[in-house]
C-alpha cells in the first residue's frame, strides 16, 4: 500500500524558513516523479513543484520561483520542500503526492502557517 | 500559465440523479486532463486521468469525455459518498494547474 506522511509544518513568522520533509512506502520511490501541491484555508488547489525520479528536473509555479526548493533522497525514499522568504499568502495545507503529471496518491499534508 | 474554468461552481442534486461537471482551459490540453474528488478534511483521491481512464479503484459511475479545451465528468447515479468538491488538472503544460472546483452538493 502506497504512504506518504507529511512532516514539518508549524506556525513561522513571515520572512522566515522552513523545511518540510514528505516520508514514502510501498512503492518504488526512485521510479516515481513527485510533486508538492498545497491548498490555503478554504480554497481549492495549487500546483507547486515537481521533481523528476533522479532529481535532475524540478519545476515551479511562479509564485514560489527562487524562493522554494524541491529535492528528494531516494536512498532514504524522501522528499523536500525548503522554503525561504515565507508569506501570509503561503499559508496553506502542503500536500506530497506521487506522480508528475497526476497526483496518484496523496499523503494526508501538514500545515504551514506564516503569521505574526 | 494555461487556466483552468469549472462550472458551475456549486450543483446541488439529490441521489440518484446524473451529474455533469466542466471543465474548460485557456488553450488546448490534448486529452491530458485529469479530474480530482475532495471531501472535507481529506486529501484529494485522483478519479480520472488523461480525460476518460478511470484510476485503480474508481466506480464505474465516474466517466470522464473531452479533448482540446472542452472536458466533462460524469457521475452517472450519484451515492451518498459522492457529494463533495470536484477538481479538474491538466498535464499538458509546466507549470500544472487546477481548476477552482465544482462543489456538488445535497439538494
Known amino acids: 500500500e502506497v504512504q506518504l506522511v507529511e512532516s514539518g509544518g508549524t506556525l513561522i513568522q513571515p520572512g522566515g524558513s522552513l523545511r518540510l520533509s514528505c516520508a514514502a512506502s510501498g512503492f518504488t520511490f526512485s521510479n516515481s516523479w513527485m510533486t508538492w501541491v498545497r491548498q490555503a484555508p478554504g480554497k481549492g488547489l495549487e500546483w507547486v513543484a515537481c521533481i523528476k525520479e533522479d532529481g535532475s528536473q524540478q519545476y515551479y509555479v511562479d509564485s514560489v520561483k527562487g524562493r522554494f526548493t524541491i529535492s528528494r533522497d531516494n536512498a532514504k525514499n524522501s522528499l523536500d520542500l525548503q522554503m525561504n522568504s515565507l508569506r501570509a499568502e503561503d499559508t496553506a495545507m502542503y500536500y506530497c503526492a506521487r506522480g508528475g503529471s497526476y497526483g496518484y496518491s496523496w499523503g494526508q499534508g501538514t500545515l504551514v502557517t506564516v503569521s505574526t | 500559465e494555461i487556466v483552468l474554468t469549472q462550472s458551475p461552481a456549486t450543483l446541488s442534486l439529490s441521489p440518484g440523479e446524473r451529474a455533469t461537471l466542466s471543465c474548460r482551459a485557456s488553450q488546448s490540453v490534448s486529452t491530458s486532463l485529469g479530474w480530482y474528488q475532495q471531501k472535507p478534511g481529506q486529501a484529494p483521491r485522483l478519479l480520472i486521468y488523461?480525460?476518460?481512464n478511470r484510476a485503480t479503484g474508481i466506480p464505474a459511475r465516474f466517466s470522464g469525455s473531452g479533448s482540446g479545451t472542452d472536458f466533462t465528468l460524469t457521475i452517472s447515479s450519484l451515492e451518498p459518498e459522492d457529494f463533495a468538491v470536484y477538481y479538474c488538472q491538466q498535464r499538458g503544460n509546466w507549470p500544472r494547474t487546477f481548476g477552482p472546483g465544482t462543489k456538488v452538493d445535497i439538494k
Open positions: 488523461d480525460s476518460s
